[in-house]
């Protein structure tokens, strides 16, 4: 009785907590947004049991400071295994207590990395609007995939469906994976929606994660989407129910202007400058604003008007593209591994751009919790040893590249170091008998399995012979006249160096 009522203390202890910390969450978070985030959790072999676990608590301080129900946030969960499996759909729960229950509940699936099937399950089942669990019309959808990077399968063409259905999809990489692929299917803006991260560090970008969700998500939001030099596309949620029309002015600010009363010939709450106004009816959702200035900051407010309600005015900034914009330069796009010893590894990189790039920062830390070791690496190598390593050690090495300007590229990739594989010492070979020979030999090596035997048997033929590694010895039967007895010690990748004797 007395063990049940601590279990109990705990637990209440527990939600408790949950209930405080998003007690403690800023207004602009709790009831900011309404929309439905399906999380797409790699549960495959390729995950270790730790990676799982750290995946499973990024999203559980992920979604804790949103405001749950049928009006507001839905949240699901779909994970990736030989069998993708549903965990839970948008209508299961309605509060934080139930969400993080449930995401303490959920247990690894292993298997193959079955991506494709997990996205065909989410498109048809989960993400399609007008069944069980199903989003929501109207409303914006956002796909978060959690992956290690390890052989996700043909990703390109669901994901690409997902999006022209409007699925904002959103990738966090913890391991090695292909960049483009993932770049690809990742929705623009890529620079916020893509995020590479060591398992060990993966909540440091929950903040940035969480405001990417908030930004597509958030209620009676105003977004302005197809910037070009001279144009842009506004786009915005209907309030007025088809009465009354939308006001909408936009003009050029200056760096650092966020409104004001304005000077003779601009907007008040525009900024400085000329300012245009345009009107569209109320059951209108978007607007194309033309006539713009190439490389320019603008502000743009939107009003609702109604005759029988006062509704709040929404507001949004951007900036148009130059002229002939620069094409970004993708300062690190391959990551790899060669030369692997038991004690080091090589890592190189690519490509080579010293007139953008500072230097590198190479990290690494053996798996799963092993310190965190780092070396920084001239702009003019493309790669570097990590030496004084354990051996038969899996790693994750994290490659920056860092560039003058402060913005930094990374990309992470496993290494492993080879097992020991000490050679026999000592092997005697005694005839006791006619055509019996007696091996003796010295052996007890870390990581021993046991040891082969092997000798010629006459007319191109030979004897094999398995013995356990606590066996320093064996007698050999009807061994033909200066015939050659070899033994190997036996580890578990592979044979280390033998002796051989000959009868």
Request: charged share 20%.
């Amino acid at each position: 009785m007395e063990v049940r009522k601590a279990l109990t203390c705990v637990l209440i202890s527990v939600f408790l907590w949950a209930g405080d910390a998003q007690d403690s969450v800023p207004d602009s978070v709790l009831n900011c947004c309404e929309g439905d985030v399906l999380f797409l959790l790699d549960s495959s072999g390729s995950v270790s049991s730790y990676e799982f676990s750290r995946m499973v608590d990024f999203l559980s301080e992920l979604a804790l400071p949103f405001s749950l129900g049928p009006d507001q946030v839905r949240v699901g969960l779909l994970q990736v295994g030989t069998e993708p499996h549903l965990e839970f759909g948008f209508d299961a729960y309605s509060s934080q207590r139930g969400l993080q229950a449930a995401l303490e509940r959920t247990k690894q699936l292993k298997g193959d990395t079955n991506t494709v099937d997990a996205l065909l399950m989410a498109r048809n089942q989960v993400l399609k609007q007008g069944v069980p669990g199903g989003a929501r019309p109207d409303l914006p959808r956002v796909l978060v995939w959690l992956t290690d990077g390890v052989d996700p399968g043909e990703v390109r063409e669901p994901m690409t469906r997902l999006r022209e259905e409007g699925v904002a999809v959103l990738v966090v990489s913890t391991g090695h994976g292909n960049y483009q692929v993932l770049r690809e299917v990742t929705s623009p803006p890529t620079e916020e929606h893509l995020f590479f991260v060591d398992i060990d560090d993966i909540n440091i970008i929950s903040e940035d994660l969480r405001n990417a969700i908030i930004e597509i998500i958030r209620a009676e939001r105003l977004q302005v989407k197809s910037v070009t030099a001279t144009s842009a596309q506004l786009e915005w949620r209907p309030v007025l129910a088809g009465t009354g029309y939308y006001d909408i002015q936009f003009g050029p600010i200056r760096t650092g202007q966020t409104g004001g009363t304005g000077a003779p010939g601009t907007s008040p709450g525009i900024g400085l400058g000329p300012f245009q106004r345009i009107t569209r009816p109320g059951d209108a959702s978007s607007a194309q604003l033309i006539g713009l200035r190439p490389d320019t900051t603008y502000k743009v407010t939107l009003t609702p008007k109604a005759n029988l309600e006062f509704l709040n005015s929404l507001q949004a900034t951007f900036t148009t593209q130059t002229v002939n914009p620069q094409p970004e330069v993708q300062t690190l796009s391959t990551v790899s591994v060669s030369e692997s010893s038991s004690r080091s590894v090589r890592v190189s990189w690519a490509p080579l751009l010293p007139h953008l790039i500072r230097d590198y920062q190479v990290e690494y830390s053996a798996l799963p919790s092993g310190p965190l070791r780092v070396t920084r690496v001239s702009n003019t190598q493309s790669s570097t040893v990590l030496t004084d390593l354990q051996p038969d050690t899996q790693f994750l090495v994290t490659v920056s590249a860092r560039q003058s300007n402060g913005k930094e590229r990374a990309m992470s990739v496993k290494a492993c170091t080879q097992e020991v594989l000490p050679a026999l010492s000592d092997l005697q070979l005694t005839t006791v008998g006619n055509e019996s020979v007696q091996l003796r030999w010295k052996g007890s090596f870390d990581g021993l399995r046991g040891y082969w035997v092997t000798w010629d048997r006459g007319q191109s033929q030979h004897s094999t012979l398995y013995l356990p590694p606590n066996r320093l010895s064996t007698t050999l039967t009807h061994v033909p006249s200066r015939a050659r007895v070899c033994v190997s010690p036996v580890y578990r990748t592979a044979r280390g160096e033998g002796l051989c004797c000959t009868a």
